[in-house]
């Protein structure tokens, strides 16, 4: 007997039987047997709630955070300032406790909230539609791919390698359930040329995902790639990081079809990774083929103003062969603080964010290149990631830890390549610290 469970043993076994199990252990089968646990977890014995929270405080001190260390980590989670209203809002318990509704009409402030949220997507993506969210960048980046291979008919999706690795294995374990192909085109100096794009491109191809910045923190010169793959009846699927819209040119501006990426930068803190939330947007034409929620604002019967789910063309609402996709929920509560966060600071306050963003990692790339043992792997532009060859990579990240500095991500421990990012947070004197204990651990 599970003590878990509510049932009696009678129920069980009358449950079991009608099933045509013998046990609840038969219910796992498909589970390899090396996966499942043998014996009782070697838990501790309960302890006081005192006790407990003592315990739990000490193991929480060993973690490593921001507040108390230097951190230049990016690649794909990052560290911004959020305004004190966005938390303090969000922990109101009328959102707070609200998941996205499914009798929406009652609940006309979680609407409209996400009805913002898909204005000002699509006002930084520069595309006519966008929907309430995805969980994440790389999931959003999955269902474009699917949308992209609906539209088309076509079951090939092609993707730079300079794409993120954790998008590109998202992708392929989507991909792979449904019989679409994925094929990587290769980067020269930390880019795609439009030349080597178009050797790829032919009539099997569904779309071009391309991330700018890149995974290597290059910005992709797409110059006349929306027209080589609309030739072709192909769709240009842009990646981004949604702050850098507001300094370059929008997925709308390059001609995308599709624009996603990951919304965390909007008032959502780093968390260890997650949760966060994923950002689409789409043209006027692609609109039915959107997958998730969608907002839409109309008229009631006495002519005032209101909020609805609209286009829901979901597996829960129509047969499952016919379904957009199976994805039926969002990140409501970090769609809210990504909405509130872009009200407080406005399209002038983002600017400003991207601006330091950019200028620290210009400052900090000039910085390091003439010091001994780091060689700048690009010479491209950039947005605030930028990517080094270091000496000794795993010894100067150990030394650089006495010295309380996380320099970024050593995403090739082989090649010594460090990821190095830099947000509106880190002032003047912090990129000096950095660039001063280099020159010291590689002395």
């Given amino acids: ?64 955070d921001t507040a ?54 699509c006002e930084l993506t520069g595309l006519k539609v966008a929907n309430a969210s995805h969980y994440d960048g790389s999931t959003a980046l999955a269902e474009a791919a699917f949308m ?20 590109k294995n998202v992708l392929r374990t989507y991909l792979k359930y449904k019989d679409l192909e994925l094929m990587e085109v290769p980067s020269k100096d930390g880019l795609v040329s439009s030349h080597t794009l178009n050797d790829y491109i032919n009539e099997d191809i569904a779309a071009y995902i391309v991330a700018t910045p890149n995974f290597y923190g290059n910005l992709e010169d797409l110059t006349g790639v929306s027209d080589s793959l609309h030739a072709n009846k192909s769709l240009l699927i842009i990646m981004s990081n949604p702050m850098s819209l507001s ?54 019967l006495d002519g005032k103003r209101g909020y609805v789910l609209t286009l829901q063309a979901r597996e829960q609402h129509i047969r499952r062969e016919k379904a957009t996709s199976n994805i039926t929920s969002n990140e409501a509560l970090n769609v809210l603080a990504a909405t509130i966060y872009l009200s407080a600071m406005g399209l002038a306050g983002i600017k400003e964010v991207a601006r330091r963003s950019h200028i620290n990692a210009c400052y900090l790339r000039d910085h390091l290149k003439g010091i001994k043992g780091i060689k700048i792997m690009h010479n491209q532009h950039i947005f605030n ?57 590689l002395a």
Wanted: glycine share 8%.
């Fill in 1 to 64: 007997m599970h003590p878990y469970l509510p049932h009696t043993q009678a129920d069980i076994d009358h449950m079991l039987q009608k099933i045509g199990v013998n046990s609840i252990e038969d219910l796992f089968t498909d589970i390899d047997a090396k996966a499942l646990l043998k014996s009782p977890m070697q838990l501790p014995k309960a302890e006081s709630e005192g006790r407990v929270i003592k315990k739990l405080t000490k193991l929480g001190e060993r973690n490593i």
């Fill in 68 to 121: 108390n260390w230097l951190s230049f980590v990016g690649g794909g989670i990052y560290e911004h300032s959020i305004p004190t209203i966005v938390p303090h809002l969000i922990s109101r318990s009328e959102f707070y406790t609200a998941y996205t509704p499914y009798q929406p009409e009652i609940s006309q402030g979680t609407l409209q909230a996400i009805f913002e949220y898909q204005t000002m997507i």
């Fill in 148 to 167: 992209a291979c609906g539209a088309t008919r076509r079951n090939t999706i092609l993707i730079p390698d300079t794409l993120p690795p954790e998008s």
């Fill in 247 to 300: 300094l370059f040119k929008s997925p709308g501006e390059w001609g995308a079809d599709i624009a996603v990426g990951d919304g965390q930068v909007f008032g959502n803190p780093m968390n260890f990774g997650g949760p966060t939330l994923g950002y689409m947007a789409c043209t006027e034409k692609l609109m039915r083929k959107m997958p998730g929620r969608i907002v839409g604002q109309t008229l009631d």
């Fill in 385 to 441: 990631e930028f990517v080094i060859q270091i000496r000794d990579g795993v010894d100067v990240m150990k030394s650089l830890e006495l010295f309380q500095i996380i320099p970024g991500i050593l995403i090739d421990q082989e090649k010594n390549l460090l990821l190095i990012t830099t947000t509106e947070v880190h002032e003047k004197d912090d990129l000096d610290t950095l660039v001063v204990a280099m020159k010291e651990v």
